[in-house]
């Protein structure tokens, strides 16, 4: 099994930062990519940033120049710094990722159980 264990949210003011963290474990083979997505009640869950085993990035526009992901391979770790931010931040982050199972052949995507951040004005 592969379990996505998340920390570091939390209740931060307008303008203050989080550092979430996810670590992935059990039976994985290599990671193709990690990354952060975001889910309101009632709303569609959407990308925040992805990062790849090679360090390629991608970013939402509506958190590109505040948040700034990161990743340790020998770890199968990824990380989410968030500075600035916004009540709009405000949602329930998941972690991502693409990875093969020790017995598996083919990429797969799993999901941690998510970590509520709250921003307050």
């Known amino acids: 099994q592969v379990q996505l264990v998340e920390s570091g949210g939390g209740l931060v003011q307008a303008g203050g930062s989080l550092r979430l963290s996810c670590a992935a474990s059990g039976s994985i083979y290599n990671i193709n990519a990690m990354g952060w997505y975001r889910q309101g009640p009632g709303k569609q869950r959407e990308l925040v940033a992805t990062?790849?085993?090679?360090?390629?990035?991608n970013y939402a526009d509506s958190v590109k120049g505040r948040f700034i992901i990161s990743r340790d391979n020998a770890k199968n770790t990824v990380y989410l710094q968030m500075n600035s931010l916004k009540p709009e931040d405000t949602n329930v982050y998941y972690c991502?990722?693409?990875?093969?199972?020790?017995?598996?052949?083919?990429?797969?995507?799993?999901w941690g159980q998510g970590t509520q951040v709250t921003v307050s004005s």
């Open positions: 991502n990722a693409i990875l093969r199972t020790t017995f598996g052949s083919v990429w797969s995507d799993y």
């Open positions: 990062i790849t085993s090679g360090g390629s990035t």
